[in-house]
């Protein structure tokens, strides 16, 4: 029950009671539409946001009224799509690989239903639930043995816990990276419960430096690609495969941690080269990677290599709190199959189609789409197209950049004064209030909208026209 004390100020002795507004024919149909409790919790809200002085009292129709919008705005789902015109293509912040419809329908399919996560069909015993991928991960890179754990960053600390626990790991000082803020190297390996033996130089490692290293303490050699930097000039890394021969000599294993790490040879696509899994696989003997980045599927972390080493890491308590859901099982195995077709592949995977797209396509999208865009966009924006470098992201290849084109957006003047930055500040702010959020990237005083990444024109251009 609301009270209103007597010397409370006249505008709060005129605000309704919650059971007033309930009764109210308007309550009423909210109360149908969006529940009774919920348009409780949202009369209350208000009525404490009129006594705060927040909201104008108003009339029982007025509050209702901004109940309605409320629980409106309350039912649209937190996590949703956008349209990345960022330019990064596999950016993180927006959910990085678009999966192919095939993995998507396969998702589908397990979560309604019972599935056989860890159950084998032809006994009838329970099975592992890595079965469901380890052969086709195992074929599409030579491995021996797979495991896939939540994210590349848990790969790598099961690595390292299951292999190097209380013991020494040997990494060059020129790869103790930090990837994103939040995973750094040397940090890792304290939490996986490792000493990190650094060796070298930041510019310079020797295969000797490792050698000295070795010793009665260590557990594990370790490489990391240097996914967000590149050192150049004076420097040196021990010869891949001598590393490798070295460490079999001593009886140390040796991990890589490959970052991104591809499926496919992305030069034959025309695209900058990056290490592939069975090349990395050849010169270590335990690799991890992610499979959300340029594998182009779903967030998890695939570590591949030796099945000696990989059966000591499936043992570890650690996979269990690491292990994936069924979802990602699906969406992963859907996603591998497409590469047992190579040559359906560029169309098939969103990530390498987008990646390969030419910049001439692109620009005529651009082109193509500009007069639309500029009638969305009347008294608001000037609307042109420029040629713009995308970026793949997510840490792969960090210096390559891939020729495109970009829609301009230059914010018009208004009558009130408000300086350039702020117009775009403000049109970039309207963009991201669509139903289907549009996300571009600020530049001068103008926001880029790289086509690289538009497939969905209809849904795009029908987004603008809520603007
Ligand atoms: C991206 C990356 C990671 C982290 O992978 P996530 O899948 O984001 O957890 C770890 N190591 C390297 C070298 C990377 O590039």
Do not use: W
Not at 222 to 227: A, E, G, Q, R
Not at 431 to 459: N, S, V, Y
């Amino acid at each position: 029950m609301t009270q209103v004390r007597l010397d409370a100020p006249p505008a709060l002795r005129r605000i309704p009671s919650v059971e007033r507004l309930l009764a109210h024919a308007m309550g009423l149909s909210l109360a149908a539409e969006y529940g009774r409790s919920a348009l409780t919790g949202a009369i209350r809200d208000d009525l404490a946001r009129i006594r705060a002085g927040d909201a104008p009292a108003g009339d029982e129709a007025e509050i209702l009224a901004r109940c309605g919008e409320a629980l409106a705005a309350d039912r649209q789902p937190s996590l949703r799509p956008v349209f990345n015109l960022t330019g990064t293509v596999l950016h993180t912040n927006l959910g990085r690989a678009l999966l192919p419809r095939s993995a998507a329908r396969a998702v589908e399919a397990v979560m309604v239903q019972a599935t056989n996560l860890e159950f084998d069909l032809a006994t009838g015993n329970r099975g592992e639930r890595d079965d469901h991928v380890e052969r086709l991960i195992c074929r599409l890179t030579g491995a021996e043995a797979a495991i896939v754990v939540n994210n590349n960053a848990a790969a790598v600390l099961l690595v390292l816990n299951a292999l190097a626990m209380r013991k020494e790991v040997v990494v060059s000082r020129g790869e103790l990276v930090e990837i994103g803020g939040s995973f750094r190297v040397p940090d890792v390996m304290v939490r996986a419960g490792c000493r990190l033996r650094e060796v070298g130089t930041t510019n310079r490692t020797h295969l000797r430096d490792f050698a000295e290293a070795f010793g009665p303490a260590t557990g594990l050699a370790m490489k990391v690609h240097p996914s967000n930097y590149a050192i150049t000039g004076f420097t040196a890394q021990p010869d891949p495969d001598a590393l490798h021969a070295l460490c079999r000599e001593r009886g140390v294993p040796l991990a890589e941690d490959l970052g991104s790490g591809s499926l496919i040879d992305l030069a034959a696509y025309g695209l900058p080269p990056e290490p592939t899994v069975t090349s990395a696989l050849s010169r270590a003997d335990v690799v991890t990677f992610s499979g959300d980045k340029l594998l182009g599927g779903v967030q998890c972390g695939i570590v591949a290599g030796r099945k000696d080493l990989l059966a000591r890491i499936r043992k570890s308590p650690l996979k269990r709190a690491l292990r994936v859901d069924k979802m990602t099982y699906a969406a992963l195995e859907a996603v591998l199959r497409l590469y047992l077709h190579p040559e359906r592949l560029r169309d098939e995977l969103p990530t390498l189609r987008l990646l390969t797209r030419e910049r001439a396509d692109i620009a005529a999208q651009a082109s193509r789409l500009a007069p639309a865009v500029a009638e969305r966009l009347k008294g608001r924006a000037e609307v042109s197209v420029m040629d713009t470098m995308s970026q793949i992201g997510s840490g792969a290849l960090p210096i390559e950049t891939l020729p495109s084109a970009a829609l301009v957006l230059t914010p018009i003047a208004e009558g009130r004064s408000r300086s350039a930055g702020g117009r775009c500040r403000r049109l970039a702010e309207s963009l991201r209030g669509l139903p289907t959020p549009i996300i571009g990237r600020i530049k001068d005083d103008a926001i880029l909208l790289d086509l690289r990444t538009l497939e969905d024109e209809q849904g795009f251009l029908d987004s603008l026209s809520v603007l």
